[in-house]
């Protein structure tokens, strides 16, 4: 089951500064997969401190909600990938509710 319904009240629901639910699918006897995605178009390179803009490819992870309802939620998380315009280094998308949650 898949909707694409509702997403914006679930992006409201999970609260999360800068990221908006792009999907819900429920998977039976797993729970419920959020994906997700950062709102932001542009990050800054470590490196070079330059604008850089998102690259095609987003390698997906996947993080469990401890928000501690009935049915487990997963979060499905879209994470950019970006490249500095200065040092041509690849580098990720910086996601701080996933390292303030992985502990
Ligand atoms: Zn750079």
């Given at each position: 089951?898949?909707?694409?319904?509702?997403?914006?009240v679930l992006t409201e629901l999970l609260n999360i500064q800068g990221i908006k639910v792009t999907q819900r699918s429920q998977l039976q006897g797993i729970g419920i997969i959020?994906?997700?995605e950062s709102t932001e178009r542009e990050s800054h390179c470590h490196h070079c401190g330059t604008k850089s803009n998102r690259l095609p490819q987003n390698p997906r992870y996947v993080v469990k909600d401890l928000s501690g309802g009935k049915q487990p939620?997963?979060?499905e998380i879209n994470r950019g990938q970006f490249k500095g315009k200065k040092c041509g280094k690849p580098f990720s998308e910086k996601l701080d509710f996933v390292n303030n949650r992985r502990t």
């Amino acid at each position: 089951m898949t909707t694409k319904k509702g997403t914006k009240v679930l992006t409201e629901l999970l609260n999360i500064q800068g990221i908006k639910v792009t999907q819900r699918s429920q998977l039976q006897g797993i729970g419920i997969i959020l994906q997700v995605e950062s709102t932001e178009r542009e990050s800054h390179c470590h490196h070079c401190g330059t604008k850089s803009n998102r690259l095609p490819q987003n390698p997906r992870y996947v993080v469990k909600d401890l928000s501690g309802g009935k049915q487990p939620v997963f979060l499905e998380i879209n994470r950019g990938q970006f490249k500095g315009k200065k040092c041509g280094k690849p580098f990720s998308e910086k996601l701080d509710f996933v390292n303030n949650r992985r502990t």
